[in-house]
C-alpha cells in the first residue's frame, strides 16, 4: 500500500515562495512508470493538476503555471517537492501530492493514490 503525506508552512505570505515536500512510503518514486504529481484545489472550485516528476526524473508542467512552478526529489529519502513563486491570494488550496500511472497522464481522473493534502494560506 502505497501512502504519500504532504508537508510545509500553511501560511505563505504574498510575493513569497510556497514550498512543500511529499514522503512516499510503500513503494519507491523510481519505480517505473509512475509519475509523481502535485494538485491543488482553491476553495470552492475543482481540482488543477500542476506538474510531475517521472520516475526516471523528466518534468512536466502546466503551461498556465510554468514560470513560477519548480519540482524535485531526493531519491534517497523517497520524496519530492513543489516549490510555487510570487504566490497571490488565489494561490490560496489545498495542496495535494499524488502518484499518476503512466508518463503522460495529467489529470486528476488518472491519479491512483493521494496524499491526505494540506491546505495552504496565502494571506500578509
Known amino acids: 500500500q502505497v501512502q504519500l503525506q504532504e508537508s510545509g508552512p500553511g501560511l505563505v505570505k504574498p510575493s513569497q515562495t510556497l514550498s512543500l515536500t511529499c514522503t512516499v512510503s510503500?513503494?519507491?518514486?523510481?519505480?517505473?512508470?509512475?509519475?509523481w504529481n502535485w494538485i491543488r484545489q482553491p476553495p470552492g472550485k475543482g481540482l488543477e493538476w500542476m506538474v510531475h516528476?517521472?520516475?526516471?526524473?523528466?518534468?512536466y508542467y502546466s503551461p498556465s503555471l510554468k514560470s513560477r512552478t519548480s519540482i524535485s526529489r531526493d531519491t534517497s529519502k523517497n520524496q519530492f517537492s513543489l516549490q510555487l513563486s510570487a504566490v497571490t491570494p488565489e494561490d490560496t488550496a489545498v495542496y495535494y501530492c499524488?502518484?499518476?500511472?503512466?508518463?503522460?497522464?495529467?489529470?486528476?481522473?488518472?491519479?491512483?493514490?493521494w496524499g491526505k493534502g494540506t491546505l495552504v494560506t496565502v494571506s500578509s
Open positions: 516528476i517521472s520516475y526516471d526524473g523528466t518534468i
Open positions: 510503500g513503494g519507491s518514486i523510481t519505480t517505473t512508470y509512475y509519475t
Open positions: 499524488s502518484r499518476g500511472v503512466g508518463i503522460k497522464v495529467v489529470t486528476p481522473e488518472g491519479m491512483d493514490y
